[in-house]
C-alpha cells in the first residue's frame, strides 16, 4: 500500500506528489536500510552505534525532510536508531506481512511499532543535497518552498491518496 500526498504552489500552481509509504515490501526494504548501517554505508558511528545496541530496531518509515538554510525538501527513510520498552520484545514476525508478500519469519519492525513499543536511542541527521545543511522533518505546519518559483507557497493538494491492490471483474462483483 502507498500512501501519495501532493503537494500544489499557490503562486505557480506547480505540484508534486510525496510517496510517503514503503508498500508491501516493507520487511524487505528494513531488512536492507539494516544491512545498508551495518556495512557502513550510513557513517562509522550509525554503524557501531547498531552493533553496539542490543535488539537495536531502525525505523525506516519516510518522513517530508526541509531544509531550514535553502527550502529544499525530499522524502526520506527516517533511519533514527531504537530499542524495545521491553526487552523481551522480538523483532520476527510469524504473521503474514501482506498476501502478495507474507514475509513469515522475517525479522521487522514497523513505524507503528517503533510509535508504540520502543524508545529512541538517537535521531538520524539527514543532509540537504543542495547546500549540505541538516534537515528536519516536517511538522505539518511548515511552509514549504516551490522549487520552481521560490516562493514559500507550497500547500497540501487535499487528502492522501492510497493506492490499492486491483481486482479483477469477477472480484468486484
Not at 533514527?80 to 514476525?93: A, C, E, G, Q, R
Not at 511538522?139 to 493538494?157: H, N, Q, S
Request: charged residues 25%; contains cysteine.
Amino acid at each position: 500500500m502507498e500512501c501519495d500526498m501532493t503537494l500544489i504552489c499557490t503562486k505557480c500552481g506547480f505540484t508534486q506528489t510525496m510517496f510517503l509509504k514503503n508498500g508491501c515490501i516493507f520487511p524487505q526494504i528494513y531488512q536492507w536500510a539494516v544491512e545498508t548501517i551495518r556495512l557502513g554505508k550510513r557513517g562509522k558511528e550509525w554503524k557501531e552505534l547498531l552493533e553496539n545496541t542490543p535488539n537495536a530496531a531502525v525505523n525506516v518509515g519516510k518522513h517530508i525532510y526541509i531544509c531550514d538554510e535553502c527550502g529544499y525538501f525530499l522524502v526520506r527513510q527516517d533511519l533514527s536508531i531504537h530499542v524495545p520498552l521491553d526487552p523481551n520484545t522480538s523483532k520476527i514476525h510469524t504473521e503474514p506481512y501482506s498476501e502478495d508478500y507474507p514475509a513469515l519469519g522475517m525479522e521487522y519492525v514497523l513505524p507503528m511499532e517503533i510509535r508504540y513499543w520502543y524508545r529512541l536511542v538517537k535521531e538520524y541527521t539527514h543532509y540537504c543535497p543542495e547546500c549540505k545543511s541538516p534537515l528536519h522533518k516536517y511538522r505539518g505546519t511548515d511552509i514549504l518552498k516551490c522549487p520552481e518559483c521560490g516562493e514559500y507557497a507550497m500547500t497540501w493538494d487535499g487528502v492522501p491518496l492510497w493506492s490499492v491492490k486491483k481486482r479483477s471483474p469477477s472480484e468486484s462483483a
